[in-house]
């Protein structure tokens, strides 16, 4: 898993609220491999027509959107069926953070693990965010982990909240399976030990 720690670049202002699972990576698309076609499958059938063209009219597909790195959304982004396929399809595009008020609850635990840093931010910062980015076309976001901040366009500093085991792994770029390998040696000791005390347990 990349490691996290300051992201700063273009955010693209995603103005709608309940953008669910299925619409960041329909079903149809569920079972397709891990790689490269995920950055089209993102927000697929808002970004192309039936015949595979571009709808020019929908934002990832306009400059300078298309190298967005940071994503700020309305409500209940996320919301919706539980999919890795989701955070697969925003993170190959090349978003590492989408900021909004709330997350579906799956998506959120998904992004985290997968080193996506979902910011939950009030509703109120969220609009001024929101409105900034409306107002100055490919302006600039700035999420710093470490200091758990996001600086607006203007400037303005905001604070976030994050479960410190959440942050210690993104930072580190440790998944969950990774994060428990490092006690490999601790839990061996451990197994080793319980099969001398109680040997019948392993019998």
């Not at 571009?54 to 400059?63: F, G, P, T």
């Not at 600086?151 to 976030?160: A, C, H, I, V």
Request: aromatic share 8%.
């Amino acid at each position: 898993m990349e490691s996290f720690s300051v992201l700063s670049g273009i955010a693209v202002p995603l103005a709608e609220a309940n953008i669910d699972t299925n619409q960041i990576c329909p079903t149809r698309f569920n079972k397709v491999p891990r790689g490269p076609r995920f950055a089209q499958i993102l927000l697929h059938d808002r970004r192309f027509n039936a015949d595979g063209s571009e709808k020019s009219d929908y934002i990832l597909n306009q400059e300078p959107y298309r190298h967005a790195v940071i994503a700020v959304a309305g409500r209940n982004f996320g919301v919706g069926s539980s999919r890795e396929t989701a955070v697969f399809g925003l993170m190959t595009f090349g978003i590492r953070s989408v900021i909004a008020p709330n997350f579906g609850d799956i998506f959120f635990s998904n992004s985290l693990k997968n080193g996506l840093l979902p910011v939950r931010l009030p509703a109120a910062t969220v609009d001024t965010l929101m409105r900034q980015l409306q107002e100055r076309r490919g302006a600039h976001l700035t999420v710093d982990l470490p200091n758990q901040a996001v600086t607006g366009p203007d400037g303005k500093l905001y604070r976030f909240e994050i479960e410190p085991l959440s942050k210690k792994r993104l930072l580190r770029g440790l998944d969950e399976i990774a994060h428990t390998q490092e006690y490999a040696a601790a839990i061996r000791r451990f197994e080793e030990g319980q099969a001398k005390a109680y040997p019948w347990l392993s019998a």
